[in-house]
């Protein structure tokens, strides 16, 4: 059978990214192009900054995804671009420039959600992974059935600050700046998750969704009580208290759903699901309840666009196509086309 090269193109939020993918899940390429150290300045992304520096990159970051993988334009079989949700101005840049080669070379255009990438992430290093599973979508904040590539069933939602909405905002809260998920990570390795109790954010009705602003807040007026007060505080003790009641949320309603709907294959999937206290409590609660545990690299959770290309792939062979008329959908929902 002849094999098909998807390019894919991401640049929904700050980082420009490029990848070539054959046949669905092998990476020929995964170029990124990082501006966290420009955003870094004002302590979070700049939605103008970032489509300009969009602009400036992207030609360069698609001719390195092509060359590393040592395909031109002519071997393409498709294009595939991020066109939701995201920032819209960075979106756009993404998509015109998708729309751009998708017209020049004559090739199909397949508009991808961005979420669904973060979900399709978890193929590239598991060939054994196939639908239906389970998935919690971390950043986002979405546990989710997959029934089919692409389908998918929610089960739960954030219903207010998403997992890594919190990790950033307690971040800034604690002096360790943008981005702030990666910093609290690191940071609680050196402290004691069991030395602040945090409230879980339990809800009533809906046991699988998710709230977090009750702990952000919790963090917010512990800080200030201490700073009354003239306490120091430890941030290393904060940083792990902090992150333990997010994930012991993350896992308990994921095992509950997996309970509920006899789901034996777990996946993570997001920026958040590279997190290390996540990633080690998640493989201890599957492997004590026999479940299969799936995560994509650290790299393929953090955005990228090798992710985009295998959505893209299921997508096409589907028969998803887009016509010249792709816009960014800042705001796009799961699932819709
Ligand atoms: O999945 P993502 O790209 O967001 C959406 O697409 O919605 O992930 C970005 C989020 C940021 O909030 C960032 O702080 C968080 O992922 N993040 C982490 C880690 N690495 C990135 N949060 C906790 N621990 C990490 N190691
Ligand atoms: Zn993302």
């Not at 995964?30 to 004002?42: F, G, P, R």
């Not at 508009?111 to 990438?117: F, L, M, N, P, S």
């Not at 777990?266 to 545990?293: D, H, P, Q, W």
């Not at 096409?316 to 959908?329: E, F, M, P, S």
Request: glycine share 10%; hydrophobic share 40%; with cysteine.
């Amino acid at each position: 059978m002849k094999d098909t090269f998807i390019l894919a193109i991401e640049s929904s939020c700050d980082e420009t990214a490029a990848s070539v993918v054959k046949n669905g899940r092998t990476i020929l390429s995964n170029v990124i192009s990082s501006q966290i150290a420009l955003h870094t300045l004002y302590g979070g992304v700049v939605p103008e900054i970032a489509s300009r520096k969009h602009i400036e990159k992207i030609n360069q970051v698609i001719e390195e995804a092509l060359s590393e993988a040592n395909v031109t334009l002519d071997d393409l079989d498709a294009i595939g671009v991020t066109y939701g949700p995201g920032l819209v101005g960075a979106l756009l840049v993404g998509v015109a420039e998708a729309k751009a080669i998708a017209y020049a070379k004559k090739l199909p255009l397949v508009g991808v959600h961005h979420i669904e990438g973060h979900v399709s992430a978890n193929y590239i290093e598991h060939p054994d992974l196939e639908p239906p599973f389970l998935c919690l979508i971390v950043s986002g904040g979405h546990l989710v059935i997959v029934k089919d590539y692409g389908e998918f069933e929610i089960l739960g939602r954030t219903r207010d600050d998403a997992a890594g909405e919190a990790f950033d905002k307690v971040a800034r809260a604690i002096g360790l700046g943008y981005p702030g998920g990666p910093k609290v990570d690191k940071l609680a390795r050196e402290g004691n998750p069991d030395a602040i109790v945090f409230p879980k954010g339990k809800l009533g009705d809906c046991p699988y969704d998710f709230s977090f602003s009750g702990v952000k807040s919790a963090v917010l007026n512990y800080i200030n009580n201490a700073q009354m007060k003239g306490e120091e505080i430890n941030r290393a003790d904060l940083a792990a208290s902090f992150q333990k009641s997010v994930v012991d949320v993350l896992v308990e309603h994921t095992m509950l759903a997996a309970k509920d709907y006899h789901m034996d294959k777990i996946a993570i999937a997001g920026g958040v699901a590279s997190n290390g206290a996540l990633r080690e409590a998640m493989t201890k609660a599957c492997e004590k309840r026999g479940y299969k545990f799936y995560r994509p690299s650290p790299i393929f959770c953090t955005d990228n666009a090798a992710m985009i290309g295998v959505a893209a792939y299921y997508e096409y062979i589907k028969g998803t196509r887009h016509g010249w008329d792709l816009n960014a959908v800042p705001n796009l929902k799961l699932g819709e086309r």
